[in-house]
């Protein structure tokens, strides 16, 4: 009785046992890609299933090849070798330690296509229309002779007042643009930032030092500079010797640094781009010898360490503005007002979407998902 | 002459708006132009490190040469330079690449660069506690409020902290997790906004600093 129940009823529980097998055009893609999925019974899954092997084919009656194998914990597998508009055909296959003990029905025929848009992106496309909007209104106001209110920035005011007083004590001035290199906004915003500074600095006939981790960051604060010289009038002062490559490492750039403060004893230091670790060990070398500090940079975790050991510091978004808030120019103060309009919709969409979840209504937050 | 002002801006327009495409479009060559980009970026960026060994040099060259204040240093960074860099060849040619680990140049690595990386980033252990003492002081309501929220994170961090009091760690965790966390987040949601903002008026052409 039992080896007929072995024999017979068991192959048949298990034949059967893969179950809505399906097969579509992987959504959101560049093409070239169908996702298969299936439900497995669950005494097939507790019955020691190793992997499950997946074959294809471009006709429903035969000529199936095994494609790949999805580990035994999965019910999706995404075939990535398939050509755009050709027809397939698909059947999955569960084998375990003794062998093949489960097999799905043939599925098809599918095909994969190019998709034209993201759909889980269109909630990030509407956020960037509505900021470009902003952006454009405000700065059309500005055009139009519309003044706008942009609130004072310490850090930013306080950077003529630096160079002024290391220039009074005879010091050289210190900027030190940080580890990244030029595809990061952040740098970008210091060389604004060191545009002014440098200016001011050959106004007062100071000296400016840059030690760079990034070759073409040191490319860029030399022109910078250059430039900024040669808007005050002083070529002449311009040293491109003190803009120097120092190391792309680390500790070795914040070793590098150190020594320079300690030898030369800045009077005033720029801590301005992005930091890492290095961060607090230059603010405070520069705050042992007695130097004023004005940092600034987008990276979080290293703020709080300038705003200990620092005068001034550019916190985030302070730091990005920093061009336009520099520049005075309406066109470019607009822009900020346009940032600002955009975040106070974010902050009343975070307190809705922070309401709409504590009571419940948990699908706000599936609109704001880009998958 | 005016298209020759404006063709930087227009290189950067078109470069940028490409970049957005990208980000909404999978289909090629749109889905992997950010990719491209990047990897033309590293492409310059190796050649571009020949101009960061050659300022360099030419500094360390020339104080040696002139012999300016602390020539020897710039003589060790120079014979260290010129070594490294032959361990970097002769394990290239012997082992395939410099990156073997059994080549001189990885021991030169392991038992060179990276205590040297360990004595300074140690360092901070003792920056911070001098950072510390200023920061933490109870000069008034908001100084005492950090005081408080930064002694309960220290004990509540080190092993000790749950031993004097189990709810220690928890209430460490909280702080972290949800005020501190809050702050993080406002301020990266003003940083993203203003990074939107200036790649913006990078893109239009209004902030040219850069080109300049």
């Known amino acids: 009785m039992v080896f007929f129940f072995v024999l017979f009823f068991i192959p048949s529980v298990l034949l059967q046992s893969i179950t809505n097998l399906t097969a579509f055009d992987t959504p959101n893609d560049a093409g070239g890609s169908i996702t298969i999925t299936w439900n497995v019974a669950t005494e097939l899954q ?25 580990l035994s914990n999965k019910t999706k597998y995404v075939d990535t070798s398939a050509r755009d508009g050709m027809d397939y055909y698909y059947y999955v296959v569960a084998v ?18 190019l998709q034209w848009f993201n759909t889980k992106r269109w909630n990030v496309l509407v956020i960037l229309v509505f900021l470009i909007f902003a952006f454009f209104f405000y700065i059309n106001l500005a055009r139009k002779g519309i003044k706008t209110f942009i609130r004072k920035i310490p850090g930013l005011e306080a950077l003529d007042d630096a160079v002024g007083r290391s220039t009074e004590m005879g010091k050289p001035i210190l900027y030190i643009p940080g580890l990244w290199g030029l595809t ?4 970008l915003a210091s060389l604004s930032i060191l545009r002014r500074v440098a200016k001011k600095t050959a106004e007062y006939g100071a000296r400016i030092m840059i030690p760079n981790a990034n070759p073409l960051v040191m490319t860029a604060t030399q022109e910078v500079v250059k430039e900024a010289y040669l808007e005050a009038g002083r070529p002449d002062l311009y040293n491109e010797k003190d803009i120097f490559f120092l190391t792309g490492d680390q500790f070795g750039y914040a070793a590098g640094c150190d020594g320079i403060i300690v030898r030369e004893k800045p009077g005033a230091i720029f801590l301005l781009g992005v930091f890492a670790a290095e961060s607090l060990i230059l603010a405070e070398t520069g705050n042992s010898i007695g130097a004023i500090q004005i940092s600034g940079t987008t990276s979080t975790l290293q703020l709080p360490f300038f705003v200990a050991s620092c005068d001034y510091t550019l916190i985030g978004e302070e730091m990005l503005a920093a061009a336009s808030y520099l520049s005075g120019e309406p066109v470019m103060l607009g822009s900020l007002k346009g940032e600002d309009l955009a975040k106070i919709v974010m902050i009343l969409l975070i307190i809705v979407g922070a309401l709409l979840t504590t009571f419940g209504v948990v699908d706000i937050t599936g609109l704001f998902s880009t998958g | 002459m005016i298209m020759f002002e404006r063709f930087p801006l227009l290189v950067t327009f078109f470069t940028s708006l490409l970049i957005i495409l990208g ?6 060559p749109f889905g992997d132009i950010q990719q491209t980009l990047l990897v033309w970026v590293l492409i310059i960026s190796g050649f571009a490190a020949l101009l960061g060994v050659d300022s360099l ?8 040469t002139s012999r300016g204040e602390g020539w020897a240093y710039s003589l060790v960074l120079i014979l260290t330079f010129v070594f490294i860099f032959g361990l970097g060849v002769f394990s290239g040619i012997k082992y395939g690449t410099a990156f073997s680990l059994a080549s001189p140049f990885m021991y030169a690595y392991t038992y060179g660069i990276i205590p040297l990386q360990a004595t300074m980033f140690s360092l901070l252990a003792f920056f911070i506690t001098s950072a510390a003492y200023r920061a933490f002081k109870a000069r008034s309501i908001d100084a005492t409020f950090l005081l408080v929220a930064a002694a309960l994170v220290i004990i509540g961090r080190v092993p000790i902290g749950g031993m004097v009091w189990a ?26 906004l203003g990074a939107i903002g200036t790649s913006l008026r990078i893109m239009v052409g209004i902030e040219r600093s850069y080109l300049r």
């Open chain 1, 46 to 70: 507790t019955g020691g299933i190793v992997r499950y092997e997946i074959f294809r084919s471009k006709s429903a009656s035969g000529g199936y090849e095994n494609i790949g194998i999805a």
């Open chain 1, 96 to 113: 375990s330690k003794e062998g093949e003990t489960g097999k799905s029905g043939i599925f098809g025929p599918v095909s994969s296509t």
């Open chain 1, 184 to 187: 990061n906004v952040t740098v």
């Open chain 2, 23 to 28: 980000f909404f479009i999978p289909r090629a």
């Open chain 2, 57 to 64: 040099l030419r500094l360390h060259i020339k104080r040696v």
């Open chain 2, 167 to 192: 709810k220690l760690p928890v209430i460490a965790d909280w702080i972290l997790d949800w005020p501190s966390m809050a702050a993080r987040r406002g301020v990266l949601l003003g940083i993203t």
